[in-house]
């Protein structure tokens, strides 16, 4: 039971931090040549399995005035335990069901024998932030003003779960 709460706390978390569809490469579906790029990532563990990993990358594009245009994050897990990976890929598909029909939110996670990994690119330039709040929620969030997110805002949330920037 420790490890399915254990599961689930990080993956309510990343989607609180990140967001359905096929995203394979982030230059393929945005032009970002015009933004400025930071990188952050936040590492985790697995609690009940100290075998295991978690890797967490988030590659964030930003307007002039610091505005978060996008987001794409890649979520890792590793693991020589299925039955681990299996939770994993199925927490996954369940959180990110409810954003099945959203514009400009998109996931695709893939799954190998040692990993599961989540890759989740969000256009927050485009997305209908009402929806997006809908689903999401405002509360414990990150805070959205004028139907925008500021980097400094996104980074502050992010760093109260251990995400770290360059």
Do not use: P
Not at 28 to 39: A, W
Not at 57 to 81: G, P, R
Not at 143 to 152: D, E, F, P, R
């Amino acid at each position: 039971m420790k490890k399915i709460i254990s599961i689930f706390v990080i993956l309510t978390i990343a989607i609180f931090l990140t967001g359905c569809e096929s995203t394979e490469d982030l230059t393929d579906m945005y032009d970002t040549s015009l933004l400025n790029h930071i990188t952050c990532t936040r590492d985790a563990v697995i609690e009940s399995d100290s075998s295991s990993s978690v890797s967490i990358n988030y590659d964030l594009y930003y307007d002039d005035e610091e505005y978060l245009q996008i987001l794409n994050s890649k979520e890792e897990i590793k693991s020589s335990n299925s039955n681990l990976l299996d939770q994993y890929e199925e927490a996954y598909k369940k959180i990110y069901k409810a954003y099945d029909g959203l514009e400009y939110y998109d996931n695709l996670i893939k799954r190998t024998d040692d990993t599961v990994v989540s890759t989740t690119t969000i256009n927050y330039g485009k997305i209908d932030m009402d929806e997006l709040m809908k689903i999401e929620g405002s509360e414990d969030n990150v805070k959205v003003s004028n139907g925008k997110i500021k980097l400094t805002d996104w980074k502050k949330f992010a760093k109260k779960y251990g995400t770290t920037c360059k």
